[in-house]
């Protein structure tokens, strides 16, 4: 009996465009000979069933279901495409976990604590995870520019600490730069990150749950032609993704290493990025994303296609161990 799947897309944050197009390549990749496949937008304003015809219907939040001329349909699995928030944060997690709805995509503890970046690279440092020099600000606070520029130097990186796809996120080289940096931020969270510059090869490691197994995908590297892997850079092909990186043996085998223990260390489930830069030969973690795109040009489908894992497989592995 075929499975019923919705595939959750949109959000609250400025990523949701991103998230649609990463849910509708769901949408159209999973087998419809073993999946009956549900759009579900979902936004502030409203969360909706999209059929092939565009026309919605509501999602009743009781249950998670929705009502088609009177016949009640409801999921055994939902496919997590939401980049940001509520889906890549804990909330929708919280709630499909009370409605004994399993999901694709980590727990609500490890959604909440990886997308506040802070928390995550504090709870990782006591297991010799490595990270850039940071300074911590929260709206009101005062901002005392030359206690940040001790602390993590020039150039630095401010970023929004509960934010994705580089939104919020700007490379200072001069301090009379700082405070329009924090504003930047500002407009997308009320807590602010300000780290040390790495200089170094900036790789993406993507580590899943693959047939009951945790695998480390084959490594991409980031060369930006921007001043870092912005916005433009991710999604408008101003950056070149070398899958696999030229990495030497030693870095290659340290990264892989470094990645998978930050997602056991974690206890994840589903999918995961984890960016580095290395420093002095040594990774440095930058951030955690739980809920990668999943477009046919983003890093983690380009990673698992080089391991011989086609999208097909990726998805389905994704319910598959979601419904155990």
Same mark, same amino acid.
């Given at each position: ?12 944050s400025?990523e ?14 999973l ?5 009956n496949a549900?759009r579900i937008?979902i ?6 069933y999209?059929?092939? @015809?565009?026309t ?6 009781n ?9 009640k349909?409801t ?11 509520p889906?890549e ?7 499909? !976990?009370?409605?004994n709805?399993p999901q694709?995509?980590c727990?609500?503890?490890q ?13 990782? @440092?006591?297991?010799?995870?490595k ?10 606070? =005062? ?7 001790? &602390? ?6 401010v970023k ?10 700007? @490379? +200072?080289? !001069? ?5 329009n940096a924090?504003?930047?931020?500002? &407009?997308?969270?009320d807590e +602010? ?7 170094g090869?900036?790789v993406?490691?993507?580590?899943? =749950?693959?047939?009951?197994k945790?695998k ?9 032609e ?8 991710k999604?408008l ?5 070398i899958t696999?990186?030229r990495?030497?043996?030693e ?16 206890k994840?489930?589903g ?7 290395? @420093?002095d ?13 999943? =477009? ?5 489908p380009q ?6 894992i ?6 389905d ?8």
């Open positions: 009996m075929k499975k019923n799947i919705a595939i959750i897309m949109g959000g609250y400025s949701y465009e991103i998230s649609l197009k990463s849910g509708n390549v769901v949408f159209e990749t087998d419809p000979e073993k999946y549900y937008h936004f502030k304003d409203k969360w909706v999209v059929d092939e @015809k565009n919605e219907f509501p999602i009743d939040k249950d998670f279901s929705i009502n088609i001329d009177s016949f349909i999921f055994d699995c939902v496919f997590n495409a939401i980049h940001g928030s889906g944060d804990g909330f929708m997690q919280g709630y499909l !976990k009370l409605l709805i694709t995509s727990d609500m503890y959604a909440s604590l990886t997308f506040n970046k802070r928390d995550c690279l504090s709870v990782l @440092k006591p297991y010799g995870i990270t850039a020099e940071s300074y911590y600000i929260n709206l009101g606070d =005062t901002i005392n520019e030359d206690a940040i520029i001790t &602390k993590v130097g020039l150039p630095c990186f929004a600490n509960k934010a994705g796809s580089s939104f919020g996120v700007t @490379k +200072i080289h !001069k301090k009379q730069d700082l405070q924090i504003n930047v931020a500002f &407009k997308e969270d +602010i990150i300000i780290e040390s510059f790495l200089d090869i900036e993406s490691v993507g580590v899943i =749950t693959y047939k009951g945790t480390v995908l084959p490594i991409t590297e980031i060369v930006s921007n001043d870092f892997f912005d916005y433009e850079a999604y092909g101003k950056s070149q993704e696999p990186a990495l030497t043996k870095q290659e085998d340290k990264v892989n290493t470094l990645a998978k223990t930050v997602y056991d260390v974690l994840m489930k999918f995961s990025r984890s960016e580095f830069i290395f @420093k030969g040594e990774p440095h973690l930058l951030e955690m994303n739980t809920v990668p795109g999943l =477009t046919r040009e983003s890093i983690l990673q698992a296609a080089a391991a011989g086609s999208m097909n497989d990726l998805f592995s994704a319910i598959e161990e979601a419904l155990k």
